[in-house]
């Protein structure tokens, strides 16, 4: 028997709701400010002084043993991205403890090209790596069941952010800008629509309802401010729990990956739809701190790859990963993560095409 939660919120429910809300603005507030005052310092050094230096590894990879550099890689990867990762499961907490009943649902809808616009949109100011914006897709797609603007969601985080695509034009040929934002506009504003409509048909499973959930659906558990205070913190965990493990079996993953971008350049035209296809595919598996698909890109061109092998991974790097793919995969099915996957590597692979 499925578990549901009651539709009748009472006075204090309202109430707490209301607080509820506040502790999702602050959330949401304090990710703003870390993430705009960070990425605009960037863009400013970059204006300065025309070229983009990333973060130096916390622990360095010198002289160490192949079989400790992924470890430490991962390790490197959490000490940039672990402030934003922390944001994105106190949002999702948030949204699965207090948003009222029907309010996200029908903020995204109705009609297919509102909710993916208004999910893009949405999404785009947030800046959050791949990694990082998994919780808050897993608890848009609990509380909605639409798979298109989740999935908008995800996707336009990181492929949206504004002042990666204001780096890349300052950095690198405007064909690779442009292919970018083209690119990253079709996914999520007609790809993920795309994705939503075919698999949105099919009846995912939809796991039962806890306490924290029903928060403000008119159960008891949230009927105060404490109370509702006591929900987040078990919905924080659930949302942890649920997706933390799965975004660093990713992250290790991906750090095995990195070294298996090809290392030479063929110039003849089979040489080089080859290396365009395989730098996307890479790409859409590996997980990349926000800008850091940038000096990939650089270095890829600097080493005598096509133009369209960096738009790829201009595009396909933030877009995805392999943390963002098995969320997809534990919220749906890994029939959705692969096509997921799949429509992140055509796109990126069409367009780089089309850069040449």
Not at 96 to 118: C, E, K, M, N, S
Not at 150 to 156: C, E, K, N
Not at 289 to 314: I, K, N, R, S, Y
Request: hydrophobic share 55%; glycine share 10%; aromatic share 8%.
């Amino acid at each position: 028997m499925e578990a549901t939660c009651s539709s009748t919120p009472s006075h204090p429910v309202r109430r707490a709701a209301v607080a509820g809300l506040l502790v999702l603005a602050i959330a949401a507030g304090g990710l703003f400010y870390y993430k705009w005052t960070g990425s605009w310092t960037a863009v400013e050094k970059v204006r300065g002084a025309g070229r983009f230096v990333p973060k130096g590894e916390a622990i360095s990879t010198q002289g160490m043993t192949p079989l400790a550099v992924p470890f430490i890689r991962t390790a490197n990867y959490l000490a940039i991205v672990w402030p934003a990762l922390v944001f994105g499961v106190l949002i999702a907490g948030a949204v699965r403890t207090f948003q009222p009943p029907g309010w996200l649902g029908g903020l995204l809808g109705p009609g297919t090209a509102r909710q993916q616009i208004a999910a893009g949109v949405a999404s785009a100011p947030l800046m959050l790596c791949s990694c990082c914006i998994a919780p808050i897709f897993s608890s848009v797609y609990q509380k909605t069941r639409k798979l298109g603007p989740s999935l908008a969601v995800m996707i336009g985080s990181p492929s949206l952010n504004l002042a990666a695509i204001v780096l890349t034009f300052l950095l690198l040929p405007i064909q690779a800008g442009i292919a970018r934002v083209a690119m990253a506009v079709t996914t999520v504003f007609l790809v993920t629509a795309i994705l939503g409509r075919i698999f949105g048909r099919t009846r995912l499973a939809s796991p039962a309802p806890d306490s924290a959930s029903c928060a403000v659906d008119g159960a008891p558990p949230s009927d105060t401010f404490a109370a509702g205070l006591a929900a987040f913190a078990r919905s924080i965990g659930w949302v942890a729990l649920r997706t933390v493990p799965l975004v660093l079996l990713g992250i290790f993953l991906s750090a095995l990956l990195v070294d298996s971008l090809p290392g030479e350049f063929p110039q003849d035209g089979f040489g080089r739809v080859a290396v365009i296809g395989a730098v996307a595919a890479v790409a859409v598996l590996i997980a990349l701190p926000t800008f850091f698909e940038l000096p990939l890109a650089l270095t890829l061109v600097g080493l005598g790859a096509p133009l369209g092998a960096a738009a790829a991974v201009l595009f396909a790097g933030p877009a995805v990963n392999l943390p963002s793919l098995f969320t997809v995969a534990r919220e749906t099915s890994w029939k959705v993560a692969a096509a997921v996957g799949g429509a992140v590597w055509l796109v990126a692979f069409t367009g780089g095409l089309l850069v040449g």
